[in-house]
């Protein structure tokens, strides 16, 4: 996976640009709204230099982050490589089921784990197996809100999550299909690391359109990918990671808060 062309500009003010930029969107979306946000780490399992230096980051400026981890990537072993975190964070770090083996099953078009190409039984074994996989090397660190690998799936595949206990799924805002009732759908709008424009001009204005329809929204939801970060990406991440713990007027967020709060209502 490469990282956006974003992070290979040499212009260095730029990260400073954006984060004034998104702040100006802060203080727009403050005025009618109350606003919630979370970040959303994916592929997560597999120890690294990045993935050390992104739980420190959210560490030092106590802001929650929501990890999808991939069921077969994950052993028991490389569980109890993050316990420093766990330890340091507690609530900070809602750990959750990222796909089953993160592998494209469609023949054609874009890449789905739990796409149409494959049977309601086969999808069910897998989120099963991997749910099982999970609570039992995680055991009650496993919250049961799902990210499909590349954020989509079919219908089917929300009916068996429901049917596997699931009580939440994160894709892209504006995903379809919708998610049933009982599904409770938490959107991410911003893709930091791995949007696709072919320079960091073409950037720019798309990851703020992102911000402003996520802080818009109520409850803007940031999506990180650590392994193909680069220092740029971590600079641009100090900087919002500072903005947002400066505005204690955000409620920063877990998936445990989200359904939590939807089962006392
Ligand atoms: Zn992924």
């Keep these: 996976m490469k990282i956006s062309t974003l992070y290979r ?17 802060i203080r727009a979306a403050m005025a009618d709204n109350e606003i919630k946000a979370f970040f959303r780490a994916d592929d997560i399992a597999v120890p690294s230099e990045n993935f050390s230096k992104m739980m420190g980051l959210f560490l030092k400026y106590q802001i929650p982050l929501c990890l999808a981890v991939v069921p077969s990537w994950m052993t028991k072993k490389r ?32 890449k789905q784990e739990f ?22 090397i995680m055991g009650k660190d496993l919250t049961q809100v799902f990210t499909p690998p590349w954020n989509r799936c079919s ?13 939440g799924i994160s894709r892209s805002h504006g995903s379809l299909p919708v998610a049933p009732e009982g599904l409770e759908d938490i959107p991410v709008h911003v893709d930091l690391h791995t949007r696709k424009e072919k320079s960091a001009e073409e950037s720019r204005p798309t990851l703020l359109e992102e911000f402003k329809t996520g802080l818009a929204s109520g409850m803007c939801g940031i999506m990180l990918h650590h392994m193909c970060m680069n220092d740029q990406a971590f600079l641009l991440l100090e900087y919002l990671l500072e ?23």
Excluded at 9 to 25: C, G, W
Aim: hydrophobic share 35%.
């Design 9 to 25: 500009s040499n212009d260095y003010h730029l990260f400073r640009d954006i984060t004034d930029a998104v702040e100006k969107q």
């Design 79 to 110: 569980w109890e490589a993050t316990a420093e975190f766990r330890e340091k964070g507690k609530a900070l770090f809602c750990w959750h089921m990222h796909g089953y083996r993160h592998m494209n099953h469609e023949p054609k078009g874009k």
């Design 115 to 136: 796409g149409p190409a494959r049977s309601p039984q086969a999808v069910l074994n897998d989120l099963t197996r991997g749910q099982k996989r999970l609570q039992t």
């Design 155 to 167: 219908m089917d595949a929300m009916m068996m999550l429901k049917k596997a206990g699931f009580t």
């Design 243 to 265: 903005l947002f713990s400066g505005y204690r007027q955000i409620k920063k967020v877990t998936y445990d808060y989200l359904i939590s709060k939807n089962e006392n209502q």
